[in-house]
């Protein structure tokens, strides 16, 4: 599974606004620049996520944005679901946008492919932003003592 950049972003800016919940308001050029996404694309994720309920505006010289609701009522399955559609590897094994495939009867690795998507979407359903700005990062790649949760 590979989320796409506008669900990147949804969930960069959706993180921030997480760790100030109950603060002022963040604004939008902050929120742009704290996560390094382009203004204008950012612009076009917050007007989605207030259709959500999600985020709400507050007006004025010191707006900007605020998450509606707590941090654990948001969870990952619902932003990534809601900017990409499906959480599923391959599409004939997707629950929303099933797309039929000349070898489902003879494929091997089809079930393989179900119980991945069954595996993520668990996970993400069951993660609020609050459980993701509470963990600690993940080093990237060259550690891989602390890249690799398996090892």
């Known amino acids: ?17 997480a760790e100030s ?16 996404i382009p203004k204008r694309f950012l612009e076009q994720i917050m007007l989605d996520l207030k ?15 605020v998450l509606a609701c707590s941090p654990e009522q948001i969870t990952l399955g619902q932003v990534v679901r809601h900017f990409d559609g499906i959480l599923a590897p391959i599409g004939c094994v997707s629950v929303t946008q099933y797309q039929a495939c000349t070898e489902e009867s003879v494929c091997k690795f089809r079930r393989l492919m179900a119980e991945i998507r069954d595996f993520v979407a668990r996970q993400m359903d069951s993660t609020t932003l609050l459980a993701v700005i509470e963990g600690k990062p993940l080093l990237p790649p060259g550690r891989p003592d602390e890249f690799y949760l398996g090892k």
Do not use: F, H, Q
Request: charged content about 30%.
């Open 21 to 36: 919940y109950g603060d002022e308001p963040v604004s939008l050029r902050e929120l742009a620049e704290r996560n390094r």
């Open 1 to 17: 599974m590979k989320i796409s950049k506008k669900t990147d972003y949804a969930l960069r800016a959706l993180c921030t606004l």
């Open 51 to 65: 259709t959500k309920n999600w985020v709400t505006s507050v007006p004025g010289k010191y707006g900007g944005y």
